[in-house]
């Protein structure tokens, strides 16, 4: 079974983080959330509380199959001034699993911090305008090797149907799932 660890930070997009959460989980994808913090607990962009499954330096030296970085103005800014956070995303990109930034999450952590590698990649607004080691392209979401990045919330349930959809490695099987939640994909 593929594992996905969330990143939570305070100030994390709650609708990114869950909606993909919960469409990984359909999907029969094990999800684990990890706080970027002292403790399991923080609170969201628009305060709402959430308990994470581990802290992100409990299982610092785990590996998975894919990290998801949901945006937020201040949970990217968040994640973005981590250096735990940073290792582990840097660990992870050399082990060639998937590193799945959405919103400001790619500008910010991952363009603000040289992890772009001058892959391909799509965040939200103008933030692109800050980033040097990346190529930003203007769409939905954009795969670039082992790196899927989503515009922002709006396009949520795209960016998670196209991560599940390389974990499981059959686009057929996501997409009749995505069919019964979410008609357009």
């Not at 990890?34 to 709402?48: D, F, G």
């Not at 800014?77 to 981590?82: E, F, H, K, R, T």
């Amino acid at each position: 079974m593929k594992k996905v660890a969330v990143l939570l930070a305070p100030g994390f997009e709650e609708a990114e983080a869950i909606i993909t959460i919960d469409i990984l989980r359909r999907l029969n994808i094990e999800v684990e959330t990890l706080a970027c913090a002292e403790s399991r607990a923080v609170v969201s962009y628009h305060n709402i509380p959430m308990v994470a499954d581990s802290t992100l330096t409990e299982r610092i030296n785990a590996l998975y199959d894919a990290v998801i970085l949901p945006g937020g103005p201040q949970g990217s800014v968040n994640l973005a001034a981590n250096q735990e956070v940073l290792q582990f995303v840097e660990r992870h990109d050399v082990a060639g699993m998937l590193i799945c930034p959405i919103c400001s999450a790619a500008a910010r952590v991952l363009g603000g911090n040289g992890l772009l590698k001058g892959r391909r990649y799509v965040c939200s607004g103008e933030l692109y305008e800050t980033v040097r080691d990346g190529e930003y392209v203007d769409a939905p979401v954009v795969e670039d090797g082992n790196m899927i990045s989503g515009k922002g919330l709006g396009l949520a349930f795209d960016f998670a149907f196209t991560v599940a959809s390389r974990l499981l490695g059959d686009e057929i099987a996501a997409r009749d799932h995505a069919d019964h939640i979410y008609y357009s994909w």
